[in-house]
């Protein structure tokens, strides 16, 4: 066999092997598919990181809503309740920690000051007037005398699988304005 001949019958073969695909879908798949399982992965852990900040946004926003709707003083049984109502509005094994703190403002002092804090449970520590500072640019500026009631809700978080998340506590601070006035704790003077 000549030389020429043989590089004749190289060339076929290599060309026949280039466009030969028989076998490359099962390589294609050993590549892709767990780069495409780690992606599902990653979605479902991002989705649920999401959707369990949005859980416990709406559960503050519902809790500060109804105190603020209040016309009538509360007291420790009442906030506990709402506890228990913000922890039946969350997934299924997160439990909250809140608290529940009325602020106003002192035009003379320049300062907010805590009427009063309560947190169900003692699970997170009560604000008074100076430790509120820490907070004070969280709080929308208002006018002498005027009140708010923040809720506070913190919820511990934990993916469901590692794909970069950690875990982490999903805090929430809800500011509203009483709709009757001033929100009072009993046996609190509420000047």
Known sequence: MSRERRTKRLMTALRRFRRDDAGSVLVEAVMVLPTMFWVVLAMFVY??????????QKAAYTVSDTISRLQTDVDGAYLTGLHGVMNYLLDAGQTARMRVTSVTWDEYDDRFEVLWSYSPGASMITLDTDTLQAYASLIPAMTDGDTVVVVEAAVDYTPAFDVGLTDTTIEQFVVTRPRAGRVCFVDIACF
């Open 47 to 56: 989705w649920d990181a999401y959707k369990s900040i949005n859980t416990v």
